[in-house]
Every structure is written in C-alpha cells, then in structure tokens.
C-alpha cells in the first residue's frame, strides 16, 4: 500500500510539472507589455518567412528560368529537326531518282568515238539542271563516274586521287545506301555536308558514286531564328553548320562523346564551352536511309547569360525586401510605441468616461493593457448606447415626422390640380378660337385636349387596338399641323381591329420615336405609313418612314440596348426600350421588337404581338 501511494504521488508530480510550466508560460504571455508581444509576433510571422520565402524564390526561381530555357530550345530543335528532315529526304529522293534512272546507265556504258559525241551524250541528259533548279536546298550535284571520258560540271571522272578519298572507299563499302560526310565540292573545293551514294547499273556494275550537296544558305534560312546558339555536326565528329563560319569543319567539343556512345534522341549536357559554364541540349537522330550515319542539333544555353537578367531581377527584389524588411521594421517599431502610449491613454481615459470623470489625466498602472481596455470599452459602450438612446432616436424620431409633414403638404398641392379644370380650360380656348374664327387654332386645341384626356385617363389595363390607333391618328394629325405638307402619314389596317386587345403606349413611342429622330431633321417632305397585319404566327405592326435613318453599326448597338435586361440605352432609345421590354415581360421572349434601318433610307419598327382576340385569363382577372 505504501508502494502504491509513493507511486501516485511520483505520477502527481511528474504529471503536474509540465502543466505548471504551461501555466507559467501562458501567465508570462499575458503579462508582457503589449510592445513586446507585437514584436515578436512580427519576427515570428513576418520577418522569418519573408527571409526564407526570399531564399527559396532566389533557388526556384533559377530553376524555373532554366527549364523553361531547356523547353523553349527542346521546342526549336524539334521544329529544326523537322526540317532538316525535309531537307536530308529531298536530297535522298534525289538520290534514289538518279540510281533507278536508266539514262544516268545508258550515259555511261555507251561507247563514244570522240569528245562531240560524249557532249552531245551529255545534252541528252539535263535531269541535274532540273534538280538544281526546281529544289533550292540542293547546292550541287556531281557524279564521280568510272568510266574514263571527258567531264563537265556534273560527271568527273574517278581518277586514282579521287578513288583513294575516304569518302569514296566509305561510299563503295556501303554497296548503294546512303553516306553522309563532310566534303568539298570537286571544282569551287568549298566543303559542304554532302550525301554519297554508290551506283551500280542493272547487272551490278559499278558506274560511280553520287555527291548531292546541301547549300548552307538553307541552313541558314532553317535556324536563323534560333534563340540560342545551334550546332549541327555529323556523326558527333564534324561540325557542318553554325552561324559562326570559323567553327564550320572543326570538332564539337561541347558534346564530350565518342560517336558511338551518342543515344538516339534527346539529352542534356552539363559542360563548360569557351570557358563558361553551358547546357547543352542535344537532339541525335538518323537521316531518312542513313543506317550508320546520324546527325546532332546541339543549342547552347549559357547558364550566365540566361541567367543575367533573373539575377538582376532577383538583386533587385532581394535589395526592394530588405528595404522593405527595414522600413517595415523602422515602422513597426514606432507603432509600438505609439500604440503602447494611445492604449495606456485610451484605458485610463474611458475608465474615467465610464465613471462620468471627463477630466483626463495620463496614469500608468496595470500589466496587460488589452483585458483592461475591453473591460472598460464594454461600460463606455453601454454609456454611448444610453446617449444614443436618449439624444439620437429623439432626433430620428423628429426628422421623420418632418419628412412626412413635407409629403403630405406634396400630396395637397398635387391633388389642386384637377383634370376637368384643365379640359374646361381647353374647351374654353378652343370656342374663343371658334368665336375668332380661327378654325385652325380651334382643331389643334381639340386634338391637344383629346390627347391629353387620353394620357389622364391612360391606366396599365389594355385597350381596343383600335382606340390606339386613334391616339395615334391624333397625335399625327398635331404633328401634321406643326409641320404642315413637310410630314405625311398612312395608316393601313389588313385585319380586323375590333376584337384586339394591347397595352396603352406601346404604339405611340414608336411613332413619336420616327417622327423626333427620323422626319424633323430629313430634308424634304417626310412620310411614315403604320400597316397593320396578322399571319398564323404574330399581330404584326409596322412603322415605316423615309427619314435619316441609321448606319449599320447603329443599329446593331440599338439592338444590343434593346435585348438588355436593364435599362441602360440613350435618351434617343428609351421609348423602344421600354416597349420592348413590356412586350417581352407579358407576352413573352418570342415577341417583342425589330428594328431595320439604313443611312438616309429610312427606319422600320415592326412590333410582334400575340394573335389574342380579347382578354386572356390573366388580363380578366386581373381588371376583376
């Protein structure tokens, strides 16, 4: 038993330890001046990630630039490949079209008696000249023949210099397939990457071995718009292309491979060329019918140079974070400080508001400024509350009764106006006018008034098609009269009229719309013509005038403003708008609007109404 307490009490203490030292160090914190804990958290979220961001981004970033270098030549060099692939299988064609072409065996196994007959022979035979003419990455073309006869240009006789060349003895070994090598042409003795062919006749006799010469201004024109610095060299042995001319015929250096450890495919060299440290990506692959011969593009990527302008870019941000870091470290500090000091005054000052002492006086005392302010800021809180319950709402309160006296003395004004005052007042001018005689005068006062009951009396219920048409009628006959013969109108009606049913204002805007924006400002007489019309699908209204119209461009923008679904067009289009967007809202998406126009043409307006005689249920109801 004694064994079992002193056990417990052992775990009591071992156990407790840590939670005391937890406790401790929790105490620690909040007792540390504010300053200090800002402080810290600082250097712990921001100082230290920064730094180490800084270092991992200075390291990636490094990567990241040399692989996408790596990628960009690895995309370049297929592109290259690709087409010196075209170019290494034309000569090949070539190639293959002279060794199956019985004149080249005519040629040279017939027996001549002088020199005119072999140049004649020669004349005979001009397939070199098409070549060389139709195929421009061909420089030339010779055939080194056996037989002992006069040469020219093309045929060159073998003699024993020429026989005993490597390239000859490597041509003659490889009984008829294809050699690339490294040589130069027999007459200009300029070197060229050449391909070597042995040709025999049909009953196997050698007849000579054919050069077909790459023209370097071709490989010039493939890689000229290399990023980096490309090699192509044969065999791993011979460089044959570079924008460098010195470089032509020397040893790749920069590979570092015999011949036969070269892989096929694509590989990356780390190496140091002309002293300077260099990736080497290196792409190998077989001409088209080279079984023994392969051919390396090799771009040189100089770690320095790609390198230099992400360095500069990294220096700079590395000196803009420690300048950051500095200033960030110079403010922090003073805001500390003034924190520290605006807390120490913010705690004791609303200790006093709370207490109703508004003489402030700085006092210091206390250990962790933050759990006093909250304390305080809850008794400060409740006092505002109380002031703004017994000063704001009071005001709030006062405000609104203000603004409701204002709307209703608005309401009593707008209600002195009375309508029949305003059509006795009509009728009254239009008989003055009668009375004087003047008839005109008396007509417009009588459509003005019929005009403007109407626009009183107008609710959002539909009317009788036909009584729109009238608004309508009436308001040209106005326009008429302001305008005198420069405006003239039509109306024509193609079906029945009495049993439709619209709502108000949906024809009046479009007509006031051809009149304002089409006819005032057309010269010369202006007409619009208002046909209306049904087929098994719609009601179909058109306005038609010969005004100014609009350009194409116009018109598709009016279109636009017309299919949004808020109201957002011109003054000039708020009137088709809007009734575009009533049509579509009640009838549905199918009817609505469509707008025609041309430059100095004229405008048409078609409106699409359902084919509704009448009231629909939702109409009825609704008028209920």
């Not at 140091?272 to 011969?293: C, G, I, M, W």
């Amino acid at each position: 038993m004694m064994y079992s307490r002193t056990k417990t009490t052992g775990d009591r203490t071992v156990g407790g330890t840590p939670m005391k030292l937890l406790e401790r160090l929790l105490t620690w914190l909040t007792d540390i001046r504010i300053r200090h804990k800002l402080l810290g958290i600082y250097i712990v979220v921001t100082l230290i990630p920064v730094l180490l961001v800084g270092i991992y981004l200075n390291y990636g970033m490094r990567e990241v630039v040399l692989n996408n270098s790596l990628n960009e030549t690895h995309a370049n060099i297929d592109k290259l490949e690709m087409r010196l692939n075209t170019v290494f299988n034309r000569a090949t064609k070539i190639s293959d079209l002279i060794y199956m072409n019985k004149d080249v065996e005519k040629l040279l196994l017939q027996s001549y008696e002088n020199n005119l007959e072999i140049y004649n022979a020669y004349n005979l035979y001009p397939i070199f000249d098409e070549y060389l003419k139709y195929y421009n990455e061909i420089e030339n073309i010779q055939f080194f023949m056996t037989k002992d006869i006069i040469t020219n240009s093309y045929f060159v006789y073998a003699d024993k210099e020429i026989t005993s060349k490597e390239w000859y003895q490597q041509a003659l070994k490889k009984k008829g397939y294809v050699s690339w090598v490294y040589k130069e042409d027999h007459w200009t003795k300029k070197k060229f990457l050449t391909l070597t062919r042995a040709v025999y006749s049909s009953n196997n006799q050698l007849l000579g071995v054919l050069s077909v010469y790459i023209s370097p201004d071709v490989l010039n024109e493939i890689s000229k718009d290399e990023v980096y610095d490309a090699y192509i060299s044969l065999n791993n042995e011979t460089i044959v292309h570079n924008k460098n001319r010195d470089l032509i015929g020397t040893e790749p250096t920069f590979l570092n491979h015999k011949s036969s450890d070269i892989e096929q495919g694509n590989f990356v060299l780390d190496t140091t060329y002309q002293e300077e440290e260099v990736k080497v990506n290196v792409r190998s692959f077989h001409p088209e019918k080279a079984l023994e011969d392969s051919i390396q593009i090799a771009a040189i990527i100089p770690v320095k140079e790609v390198m230099q302008e992400s360095n500069t870019v990294l220096l700079k941000g590395f000196i803009v974070v420690i300048g950051c870091i500095l200033v960030s470290i110079t403010l922090i500090v003073l805001f500390i400080r003034t924190f520290d000091r605006r807390v120490n005054l913010l705690k004791h000052a609303m200790n006093k508001v709370s207490k109703g002492d508004f003489e402030l006086r700085k006092q210091i005392e206390g250990k962790d400024e933050i759990g006093e302010v909250y304390r305080e800021l809850s008794i400060t809180a409740e006092s505002i509350k109380k002031l703004i319950n017994e000063v704001y709402i009071h005001k709030i309160k006062e405000e609104k009764w203000k603004r409701k006296q204002k709307e209703s003395e608005f309401k009593m004004l707008s209600s002195q106006i009375n309508p029949h005052f305003l059509y006795n007042t009509l009728e009254m001018i239009r008989m003055k006018a009668f009375m004087n005689k003047d008839v005109e005068v008396a007509n417009i006062v009588k459509l003005l008034s019929k005009m403007m009951r109407s626009g009183l009396e107008r609710t959002d219920k539909p009317v009788s098609l036909e009584h729109e048409i009238d608004i309508v009628t009436t308001y040209l006959e106005i326009q008429k009269l302001r305008f005198g013969e420069k405006i003239e109108y039509e109306i024509s009606t193609e079906c029945d009229l009495t049993n439709y049913k619209v709502f108000p204002l949906l024809l009046q805007p479009i007509v006031e719309n051809s009149v304002i924006h089409g006819l005032e400002n057309k010269e010369g007489r202006g007409e619009l013509q208002i046909i209306v019309k049904e087929n098994s699908n719609y009601l179909m209204i058109d306005v038609k005038d010969n005004g100014i119209g609009i350009t194409k461009s116009e018109l598709e923008k009016l279109q636009l403003r017309l299919d949004q679904s808020e109201e957002q067009s011109t003054s000039n289009s708020i009137g088709l708008f809007n009734v575009h967007q009533r049509i579509k809202l009640h009838y549905g998406d199918e009817f609505g609007l469509k707008v025609n126009s041309e430059k100095n043409i004229g405008t048409t307006v078609t409106l699409y109404l359902p084919l509704r005689k009448g009231l629909d249920s939702n109409e009825k109801s609704s008028n209920h």
